[in-house]
T-cell receptor, first 113, second 113 residues
């Protein structure tokens, strides 16, 4: 079955620097790749997603890139701010069951002042 | 306000005492799901439902039951809770039509002693 690996498990960056979180997936039929952010004590919330017919998507300071050949996708956060501190989860799903997300284990992002 | 609600938010119980965690959404979503979140393990799916009276097992269904008698409600039942079911539980829903975004409830922190 599908497996999603997420790296690193913890990432510490200086405020203002960029952060990159990478996920790899195993099922070539996967075509939907969302990223969720979970602040401490809160529920996960979707921050950006990408479908396999595009290679990159941006929304202000966050972007996601997708390499279908290599089966990996990445979250990029530029000009990091203290409010970016959270756990970030990647996920993937197949074209025939897009509601069934296979989740990565999460990355704890720490923004150092 | 569009939302997913869960009750109770916190629960401490003893081994073997049946309990139910309720989940309700007011967005007329077809898809609903239960997850458990444990440190270092990310989000693991327990059960999901594609519509009324349609439920299926996720990755970790042992020890849990669900029902979907109405579209808005998706309760999680622990018939005989054990300490290894101590966890943070999230209910989520998704529209099933124009978006695959999952909307999460606030979470239920369950402790089984």
């Amino acid at each position: 079955g599908e497996n999603v690996e997420q790296h690193p498990s913890t990432l510490s960056v200086q405020e203002g620097d960029s952060a990159v979180i990478k996920c790899t997936y195993s099922d070539s039929a996967s075509n939907y790749f969302p990223w969720y952010k979970q602040e401490l004590g809160k529920r996960p919330q979707l921050i950006i997603d990408i479908r396999s017919n595009v290679g990159e998507k941006k929304d202000q300071r966050i972007a996601v890139t997708l390499n279908k050949t290599a089966k990996h996708f990445s979250l990029h956060i530029t000009e990091t701010q203290p409010e970016d501190s959270a756990v970030y989860f990647c996920a993937a799903s197949r074209w025939d069951s897009n509601y069934q997300l296979i989740w990565g284990a999460g990355t704890k992002l720490i923004i150092k002042p | 306000e569009a939302q997913v609600t869960q009750n109770p938010r916190y629960l401490i119980t003893v081994t073997g005492k049946k309990l139910t965690v309720t989940c309700s959404q007011n967005m007329n979503h077809e898809y609903m799901s239960w997850y458990r979140q444990d440190p270092g393990l990310g989000l693991r799916q327990i059960y999901y439902s594609m519509n009324v009276e349609v439920t299926d097992k996720g990755d970790v269904p042992e020890g849990y039951k669900v029902s979907r008698k109405e579209k808005r409600n998706f309760p999680l039942i622990l018939e005989s809770p054990s300490p290894n079911q101590t966890s943070l539980y999230f209910c989520a829903s998704s529209s099933g039509t124009d978006s695959y975004e999952q909307y999460f409830g606030p979470g239920t922190r369950l402790t089984v002693t």
